[in-house]
């Protein structure tokens, strides 16, 4: 296989393939695939600073955003955080966002985590 030359990204398609490309090897730690990683980190991140327009809203709200553009329910969050009725309380505003959750909910809806760590509201 030929190795694919990264440049900044441009175009949708090219995001596309970056984001398929660091989906399949996000795991590695070590080597050209891990240094490849890296790469892809940084110019997915560029190209959706550049090209999304990210609304200025609480966490709690981006998340909920994110959940509908990905089709996502509270289970899906759960499975990935690993406890529903944190996830439940988050979302209904009666709990902050833990760190774990904020690492977490950013990798799965493809949220940048300093878009996460703003502060917001609790209902008492």
């Known amino acids: 296989m030929t190795k ?3 440049f900044l990204l441009e175009t949708e398609q090219q995001y596309n393939e970056a984001v398929a490309r660091y989906e ?9 695939d891990h240094q490849e990683k890296l790469l892809l980190v940084h110019l997915i991140a560029n190209y959706e600073e550049k090209n999304w327009d990210l609304p200025e809203v ?29 996830v439940s309380k988050v979302l209904n505003y009666k709990q902050p966002l833990s760190l774990t959750m904020i690492r977490k909910f950013s990798e799965l809806l493809r949220l940048p985590a ?7 509201d609790l209902i008492h």
């Open 114 to 120: 300093a878009s996460l760590v703003k502060e917001y």
């Open 24 to 32: 399949a090897i996000k795991y590695a730690t070590a080597g050209e």
């Open 4 to 6: 694919k030359h990264w």
């Open 58 to 86: 609480d966490p709690v709200e981006m998340i909920k955003i994110r959940m509908e553009d990905f089709g996502y329910k509270a289970s899906d969050l759960a499975a990935v955080y690993g406890d529903k009725g944190t």
